[in-house]
């Protein structure tokens, strides 16, 4: 069994005992989360699809903990003119372990 949920904006197909990296979301390690922007099941052939989202379906998580992402450069450049800027981030994410579907 798999669903496709929307965490922050983002979709992610997951499915039970799955880690995922969803953007940085508030809570401490240990906490428990539900999504309820299920937009699609999947239970051994029968798919439900949402319009928008499938009803009474909702997706629960454990936040293991709190990472940064890998480094990002940013680098802006104008050819001929003498320009050149470097910068550079690491994305904040959260990884949640799926625990329940349904």
Known sequence: ???????????????KDQYIYAPKMEGEAG???????VLLTDADGSVKVG??????????????????????????KKRRKGYAKRNGHRQQFTKVQIEAIG
Do not use: N, R
């Open 1 to 15: 069994m798999y669903a496709i949920v929307e965490i922050a904006g983002k979709q992610f197909k997951v499915s």
């Open 31 to 37: 906490t428990t989360v539900s999504f309820d922007k």
């Open 51 to 76: 319009a928008p989202t499938v009803k009474g379906v909702k997706v629960e998580g454990k936040i293991l903990e709190h990472v940064k992402g890998g480094k990002v450069i940013v680098f802006k």
